[in-house]
T-cell receptor
C-alpha cells in the first residue's frame, strides 16, 4: 500500500509557458500533501504543504503566485509552475501523508517529475 | 529549529563490505520521528524505516540495521554485505509533530553510496 503517482514524469517546455504536475495517492487518502524541489546533487527542499480543501502553506522564499498548488480531493494535488523560466528547471517531488492507521506520520513519495525549461 | 546532518557526502565500498551511514539530528521536541529514505538513480524516494523518539530499540531488516541513540542524537544506518543494487543516495529525515498526519520533514543533505563490484 501507500503508493503515490506523479504525472508527467518528464516535461520540457519553452520559457514563459505554464506546466501542471499532478500528484495522486492511489491506495490511501492523503489528508496532507507536500511538494518538494530537488536540484542536482542536493537534498529535497520543501516548497509547500497542502491540506485537502484549504490553501497551501508555502515555505519562506517560495513564490505562491508562481507555484500554484491545488489540493481539491484526498487523492489529488496539483502543482502549476506559471511562466516557467530556465531557473525553474528541477526535479519536483510530491508526497502524501495519511491520518490514522498504520500510514500515519509517514510520508510516501511519488516518483518525481523532471522539468526542463528551455 | 530542527536540523539533520549527514556528514558523509559520498562513500564508496566494494561489494560485500559492510557500510554505516551516519545521521545526527537536532530538535527541541521530546516527541519526534526519524526516517531513512533511499533514492536510487531513478529519483523515486523509497521509505526504509520510521522510528519514534520513545523507541530506542535497534532494528534489523535483512541486511539493513539501524542504531538509534538518543544520548548522542544519532540514528545511524548500516548495510551488511553491501551489493551493487544498494548504490543510491540515502537521506535521513526528522519530523517533529507527531499529532499531524504526514508531518513536515527536515532532510539531511544525503549520502551518496557507491558499491563497486
Amino acid at each position: 500500500g501507500a503508493v503515490v503517482s506523479q504525472h508527467p514524469s518528464w516535461v520540457i517546455c519553452k520559457s514563459g509557458t505554464s506546466v501542471k504536475i499532478e500528484c495522486r495517492s492511489l491506495d490511501f487518502q492523503a489528508t496532507t500533501m507536500f511538494w518538494y524541489r530537488q536540484f542536482p546533487k542536493q537534498s529535497l527542499m520543501l516548497m509547500a504543504t497542502s491540506n485537502e480543501g484549504s490553501k497551501a502553506t508555502y515555505e519562506q522564499g517560495v513564490e505562491k503566485d508562481k507555484f500554484l498548488i491545488n489540493h481539491a480531493s484526498l487523492t489529488l494535488s496539483t502543482l502549476t509552475v506559471t511562466s516557467a523560466h530556465p531557473e525553474d528547471s528541477s526535479f519536483y517531488i510530491c508526497s502524501g501523508g495519511a491520518s490514522g492507521g498504520p500510514l500515519q506520520e509517514t510520508q510516501y513519495f511519488g516518483p518525481g517529475t523532471r522539468l526542463l525549461v528551455l | 529549529a530542527q536540523k539533520v546532518t549527514q556528514a558523509q557526502t559520498e562513500i564508496s565500498v566494494v561489494e560485500k563490505e559492510d557500510v554505516t551511514l551516519d545521521c545526527v539530528y537536532e530538535t527541541r521536541d521530546t516527541t519526534y520521528y526519524l526516517f531513512w529514505y533511499k533514492q536510487p538513480p531513478s529519483g523515486e524516494l523509497v521509505f526504509l524505516i520510521r522510528r519514534n523518539s520513545f523507541d530506542e530499540q535497534n532494528e534489523i531488516s535483512g541486511r539493513y540495521s539501524w542504531n538509534f541513540q538518543k544520548s548522542t542524537s544519532s540514528f545511524n544506518f548500516t548495510i551488511t554485505a553491501s551489493q551493487v543494487v544498494d548504490s543510491a543516495v540515502y537521506f535521513c529525515a526528522l519530523s517533529e509533530d507527531e499529532e499531524t498526519s504526514g508531518s513536515r520533514l527536515t532532510f539531511g543533505e544525503g549520502t551518496q553510496l557507491t558499491v563497486n563490484p
